[in-house]
């Protein structure tokens, strides 16, 4: 099991940048791929982005491709999610989520979640 925080949201003008993080506790963050959602009002959780336990694979929503970068450092059990260009459709609360095995999209693979952070864009 891994314990998840999330830091980083904020408010931001349509085109700024924001970059989320979220800490892992454990020494077992390796072993995990990383996963982030998000979820807006009214909306069903939604998959943004993924990398794997090595960092050497890097999956997106083409809603985010081009503008948002995942990454992460396993020295400090940290995954990012740097985020360019942001669009008013961007608002929501941003989840982290960790996954052993499954597909990379679907929210029922992964095992642990942060509590969440909010990102609002303003037009």
């Known amino acids: 099991q891994v314990q998840l925080v999330e830091s980083g949201g904020g408010l931001v003008q349509a085109g700024g940048s924001l970059r989320l993080s979220c800490a892992a506790s454990?020494?077992?963050?390796?072993?995990?791929?990383m996963g982030w959602f998000r979820q807006a009002p009214g909306q069903k959780r939604e998959f943004v982005a993924d990398?794997?336990?090595?960092?050497?694979?890097?999956y997106y929503a083409d809603s985010v491709k081009g503008r948002f970068t995942i990454s992460r450092d396993n020295a400090k059990n940290t995954v990012y999610l740097q985020m360019n260009s942001l669009k008013p459709e961007d608002t929501a609360v941003y989840y982290c989520?960790?996954?052993?095995?499954?597909?990379?999209?679907?929210?029922?693979?992964?095992?642990?979640w942060g509590q969440g952070t909010q990102v609002t864009v303003s037009s």
């Open positions: 989520a960790s996954r052993r095995s499954g597909t990379y999209y679907d929210a029922a693979s992964y095992t642990d």
């Open positions: 990398i794997s336990r090595g960092g050497y694979s890097t």
């Open positions: 454990g020494r077992t963050f390796a072993s995990y791929a």
